[in-house]
């Protein structure tokens, strides 16, 4: 299939990316009765219904974005949260995106630009230990160019801390030298941590407070509040902690596959054996395409021939998993996160190979 590409306002960075359009993201069978592109519509359950967990939302918090059944995850909290946000960002003089390192553009919210008209924004790439040093370079290069330096980060190590403080310390003395001019006496910088889910805004949070305030886990949905917190050696940032913002509508169904290969949406969104065989695939138009199918095909013995990924996750199933085919996505999926097949960046900036 011709490769597609997807752009978001310059504001924010985003520029053109590579991929392949496959991939559906949808609710797994037991949520209920939906259709999906490509497969028969799940058998509707009935009786009683399990208590919910963080990340696993029924089809009725899901929103059909279109006509083949396309669903995404969209919990009624991330809603409320949204509006509560926008509120709160008028208040706000320093707006801190956070996206996920492997998938830059995927990882945009494409209303936050509109959102933060007029505010200072400073963008961070997150999870630095997840990508290949060459695939940062051209991101840095490529959104440095746009207009839009971005600042790696690992928030479990505390990589990319001092930079967040030093443009916070920076802003809050020309936004204090302002009021000292007006006789007004000095404040903290306010600071909206904002990016989709699970792409690390908690962990970072509790790397610049200096401890564990604010819920940090390795899966969608954990903060499910705003939440304010006084930080900075000196107490000078006020630190706004928000849950992950996703769009209502994910048109770009390879763009929503991308999200649910790193975490980003709750397991509840999709079938984890489509994502894995949307996984291979895009791996198959990354310019480390042999090295990081080397590193697969040895991981699980499983030769890649001529056949499609579809037919790759059902020999993994066969040779591994008693012909369970979610079971070898899910495998997949997780070694993905896990870094068993290397550090990779799912998207490639434009003129960039």
């Known amino acids: 299939m011709p490769p597609f590409a997807i752009s978001f306002r310059p504001s924010l960075g985003a520029g053109l990316c590579r991929g392949h359009d496959s991939g559906v993201v949808r609710p797994c069978p037991r949520a209920g009765s939906v259709r999906v592109q490509g497969a028969k519509a799940a058998p509707t359950t009935t009786g009683r219904q399990p208590r919910k967990k963080h990340g696993d939302f029924p089809v009725e918090e899901t929103r059909r974005v279109d006509s083949v059944g396309l669903v995404q995850w969209y919990p009624g909290h991330i809603a409320a949260a949204e509006r509560s946000l926008q509120a709160k960002l008028a208040a706000v003089d320093l707006v801190v995106e956070v996206r996920d390192g492997r998938c830059p553009v995927a990882s945009a919210h494409p209303a936050l630009a509109g959102w ?22 051209a991101w840095s290069r490529h959104l440095r160019e746009a207009g839009t330096p971005a600042t790696w980060t690992d928030g479990r190590r505390g990589g990319g801390v001092r930079e967040v403080e030093e443009a916070a310390a920076r802003l809050g003395a020309a936004l204090n030298a302002r009021r000292e001019a007006r006789g007004l006496r000095p404040r903290a910088v306010r600071a909206a941590v904002v990016g989709f889910p699970n792409v690390g805004k908690s962990a970072l949070i509790n790397r610049l407070l200096g401890r564990r305030a604010a819920d940090s886990a390795p899966r969608p949905g954990v903060t499910r509040q705003l939440t304010w917190a006084r930080a900075g050696e000196q107490g000078n940032i006020d630190l706004l902690d928000t849950p992950g913002i996703i769009p209502v509508s994910l048109k770009d169904k390879a763009a929503a596959a991308r999200l649910a290969m790193c975490n980003d949406i709750g397991e509840a969104a999709y079938t984890a054996s489509r994502i894995a065989a949307s996984f291979l695939d895009q791996v198959s138009v990354l310019p480390r395409e042999a090295e990081i199918w080397a590193a697969i095909e040895a991981r699980y013995r499983v030769r890649r021939g001529g056949i499609t990924s579809e037919e790759y996750v059902e020999r993994i199933a066969q040779r591994l998993f008693n012909a369970e085919v979610e079971r070898a996505g899910q495998r997949i999926l997780r070694d993905f996160r896990d870094l068993k097949f290397g550090e990779i960046c799912l998207e490639v900036p434009s003129g960039s190979g």
């Open 116 to 137: 933060c008209r007029g505010k200072r924004t400073l963008l961070l790439l997150n999870r630095v230990d997840m990508v290949g040093r060459e695939e940062r370079a």
